[in-house]
């Protein structure tokens, strides 16, 4: 069984719905669309010398995902962005159908996240590496000063070995003004959000997330995506701790619809403090048990279902996604 949805995202355009709420406008952030605010898709395309795009996965696409020869960036090759202002705020989406990007700048400089998936983290995270996969959104803020023009890099040597991932890529080139406006330092803290509280849970579901040998098979719980097959029904309001695993060699980015969860753990560990936030698309590395507390709170039917899926479209063609309903 293979699905369309992969030659349909490969072969179209994507872009993003910025949404800001009473919480984000109080805040002191770069918020001027398209001077020091900008939005960054992220993609990869495979292109031929006559200049087509074709979609014609072989057997290594279908197992590690379509991966393109050039990267783009709101669907342009090779762009540019001349910055005005110290602070400069990208909000990043990786696009693409299969790559887990390790994201750096070309001179190794600091960056805070202040957002995840779902909206704002507690406090910014600094950071000089960020790893997005399909489907994951950060928001990162960058200083631009110090006269040099530098780059948004994929730095696959970042991802210590793991199979996959897409080639060395150079994103977008930033080319700060020699005069830059000031602008007043990122909050020392963002967003309300509590700790994650495991009391309430309810029940905890496992998902296995399995490969077959080459790519063969997609399966999540030994069962491959059926249109007319609901696997799961959750109950509304309710808590509950969902374990995903994966029995492969290749990393697997979950999505689930129609929620932000947040993640409780790593293989027992605490995740990373730019994944403590609301998200809604976690990566699940080979041998990794991953925890998160889900509730579904609005939406309720007993006939439409949604999806969880792994993000990497060829994958989710493939099988790996299943249907819930939330009653
Ligand atoms: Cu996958």
Request: glycine share 10%; with cysteine.
């Amino acid at each position: 069984m293979f699905h369309g949805t992969a030659n349909q995202v490969w072969a179209g355009i994507a872009g993003m719905a910025l949404i800001d709420d009473d919480e984000s406008d109080g805040l002191d952030l770069p918020r001027d669309y398209g001077v020091d605010d900008i939005p960054v898709v992220l993609q990869d395309r495979g292109f031929l010398t006559n200049g087509q795009m074709p979609y014609n996965p072989g057997m290594q696409a279908r197992m590690m995902g379509m991966i393109g020869n050039f990267p783009l960036v709101n669907g342009v090759i090779a762009p540019y962005l001349d910055v005005t202002t110290s602070l400069v705020r990208l909000r990043i989406l990786n696009g693409s159908n299969a790559s887990i990007y390790q994201l750096q700048f070309s001179d190794g400089r600091e960056f805070s996240q202040i957002a995840s998936d779902g909206g704002l983290l507690v406090a910014p995270a600094r950071m000089t590496q960020l790893q997005l996969a399909p489907g994951e959104r950060a928001e990162i803020v960058v200083d631009v000063t110090g006269g040099k023009t530098f780059r948004l890099v994929n730095n696959p040597a970042a991802r210590g070995g793991m199979m996959g991932g897409a080639p060395a890529f150079s994103f977008l080139e930033i080319r700060p003004a020699a005069t830059l406006a000031p602008t007043t330092p990122l909050p020392a803290t963002l967003a309300n959000l509590p700790a994650p509280d495991i009391t309430a849970v309810k029940r905890v579901r496992k998902f296995e997330l399995q490969m077959g040998m080459m790519g063969s098979s997609f399966r999540i719980n030994g069962r491959e995506m059926k249109m007319d097959v609901v696997n799961e029904v959750v109950k509304v309001g309710e808590a509950e701790i969902w374990e995903i695993s994966s029995n492969g060699m290749l990393p697997h980015p979950f999505h689930v619809h129609n929620t932000q969860y947040r993640v409780l753990s790593r293989n027992g560990r605490p995740p990373a403090p730019n994944e403590a936030g609301l998200k809604d698309t976690v990566v699940v590395n080979p041998g990794e048990v991953v925890r998160i507390l889900v509730r579904f709170d609005t939406y309720t039917d007993a006939e439409r279902p949604y999806m969880y899926h792994c993000h990497i479209l060829e994958h989710e063609d493939g099988g790996m996604m299943g249907q819930f309903t939330v009653v």
